[in-house]
């Protein structure tokens, strides 16, 4: 059986060495919960949670604690986050544990970017969830000092409307970078990389709010680990390209003329940034040059066979905008 966690193979079933010691410190934790999903549990298990755990669009999520050998849902000192099944008018939900899996480890096997630890979790009537440890929790049961960049930007609800998140490009966001985080050339480069991969694996939903500075231990800021990446074509056929536009100020003539971001834009958002255009062209050509790893990831996945084929396809098409060349 392939590891619920990382998708190698393991001896016998459950999550491998490696990922029980990444996500529960190594204590042999069941890949199968001891109780029901939310639609189908008896007992009054999520009852006291439902009233203190905020919901957010369809998504309802649980904060979890490892209980001796237990994941068990908890009030209060949640060390994990469990994601079942949302509820909703969109497509192939059931698939969306298996969708937000798969786009993560892609992002941390192939891509170089820096994850929380995550894997599929089953209740025990088979439903599947996403499970991922929490990156803002101290050992010691604090937390870190965390904003998103809507409110590091100071937009709300209020001040914007109701499309507050929407209302920034990735350029700004890039801006509060430089201004923020004094290892900027570094954290810069992450983040450029972070919104090719959103374009190349159709992630829409990356707003202003899937980005957040954390505080470190010495004082200053980075960005935390990404969240929420998942490919949301699978669930929204007609969904935009990306969140937020590239650009402050309009677009390109290659974007004009294709009618969707090529490599000359994301050539001159690199350069936007302050990033070496060395650099730039090297991290693109990752994006480029990674079709076998990728494809051989989706097939390993847990995602139904057609949207296995379907994500794919969706890549695919990716990286054949990223080949091409302006002027
Ligand atoms: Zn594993």
Redesign the pocket.
Known sequence: MN?P????E?KGTG??K??LKELFNGKRVNHVLPFNSPYNEESDLYLDLTKKISISGVQIKYPMKLYDRDLIPTATGGQYILKPIPSGPLRNLDQAPANEHLTMQIARQLFKIAVPPNALIYFSDQSPAYLVKRFDVKPDGSKYQQEDFAQIAQITEETHGKNYKYDLSYEELGELIKKHISMYPIEIEKFFRLVLFNYIFSNGDAHAKNFSMIRTDIGDYVLTPAYDLLCTRLHSPSESDMALALFKDGFSDAYNAHGFYTQHDFLLFGNTLGIKKERVTKIIDEFRKNEAGTIALIKRSLLRDDLKELYKQLYLDKVSRLNLKWG
């Open positions: 590891c966690g990382c998708y190698r393991s999550y491998c490696r990922c």
